[in-house]
């Protein structure tokens, strides 16, 4: 079956950016324009949750735990939809995927991008005379 390729997942400190990519694969770019599509995430030890959608009219909803911080856009000439993540909270993290209505009818779901949001561990500092 065609995948839906996402991308753009790292690190990420709290109050930091991140943006992701999804790209249709060719064999279904002639009929991308007219998909509804979706970025769902799954953190640690919780169900799969829908994040944000766009309409193929560009119309767009988001959950209410990232509203006014997450914008999803699409790009039907490059195929590519974006999920702009800003000052994320570590409540963020978790595997972030791209669906679109017909895949997800067909039950598909792509092996998505991880996103951490954390202060990392930190570098000890001693000051001594």
């Known amino acids: 079956q065609a995948q839906l390729v996402e991308s753009g997942g790292g690190l990420v400190q709290p109050g930091g950016s991140l943006r992701l990519s999804c790209k249709a694969p060719?064999?279904?770019?002639?009929?991308?324009?007219?998909?509804?599509m979706f970025w769902y995430r799954q953190a640690p030890g919780k169900q799969r949750e829908l994040v944000a959608q766009?309409?193929?009219?560009?119309?767009?909803d988001y959950a209410d735990s990232v509203k006014g911080r997450f914008t999803i856009s699409r790009s039907n000439a490059r195929k590519t939809i974006f999920l702009q993540m800003d000052n994320v909270e570590i409540e963020d993290t978790g595997v972030y995927y791209c669906?679109?209505?017909?895949?997800?009818?067909?039950?598909?779901w792509g092996q998505g991008t991880a996103v951490t949001v954390s202060w990392g561990q930190g570098t000890q500092v001693t000051v001594s005379s």
């Open positions: 060719r064999s279904i770019t002639s009929s991308f324009n007219a998909y509804d």
């Open positions: 669906n679109s209505d017909y895949h997800l009818r067909t039950g598909y």
């Open positions: 766009i309409t193929s009219d560009g119309i767009t």
